[in-house]
């Protein structure tokens, strides 16, 4: 497993320092048999705006030590929409952390976690995170499919929030 969460890798989110115009997140997926694994990194102040709101909790506050990783678990599964062959694909958070991106930006990062079934053939996903808060939210998921190191990319618009299927040839 540790080996497929290297795999997650990190993005860099490029916004001038202190401050960001662009709403955007990033999550890098990984599929290796049954596994289904992800990153995602957003925002600080994005994301800690849309968990006051989502939780009823104004004075929240994202810091090193408190992501509120329950909280944005929540939040996750009621945002992102992921099936398998038609069957939900449940992920839990295992991990999370704070980082400053190279325009100096804090982010916050998760990593969540689940299995599929044993031979999916479509995968259908939805991101729907941060369009509850910003009008012009992308969201940029890059499947990484394992063996053979398949890759796809989706993309996700508050304008125009869409599922997307992908047939997983064996």
């Not at 993005?11 to 990033?26: E, M």
């Not at 995968?123 to 890059?142: M, W």
């Amino acid at each position: 497993m540790r080996a497929l969460l290297g795999l997650l890798g990190v993005i860099s989110i490029w916004a001038s320092p202190g401050r960001h115009d662009l709403h955007v997140s990033y999550s890098r997926l990984v599929l290796d048999g049954r596994t289904v694994a992800c990153r995602i990194r957003l925002f600080h102040d994005d994301l800690q705006l849309a968990l006051r709101a989502a939780g009823g909790r104004p004075d929240l506050r994202l810091t090193d030590t408190d992501r509120a990783d329950s909280l944005f678990s929540g939040y996750f599964q009621s945002h992102v929409r992921m099936l398998g062959d038609g069957t939900p694909i449940a992920l839990h958070v295992t991990a999370s952390g704070m980082e400053p991106d190279a325009a100096a930006q804090q982010i916050v990062w998760y990593v969540l976690e689940g299995t599929v079934g044993d031979s999916v053939q479509r995968l259908t996903i939805l991101n729907g995170v941060l369009f509850d808060a910003f009008a012009d939210q992308q969201n940029i998921v890059q499947l990484l499919r394992l063996p053979g190191e398949k890759r796809q990319t989706f993309y996700f618009t508050a304008s125009d929030p869409r599922e997307q299927r992908l047939v997983i040839g064996h």
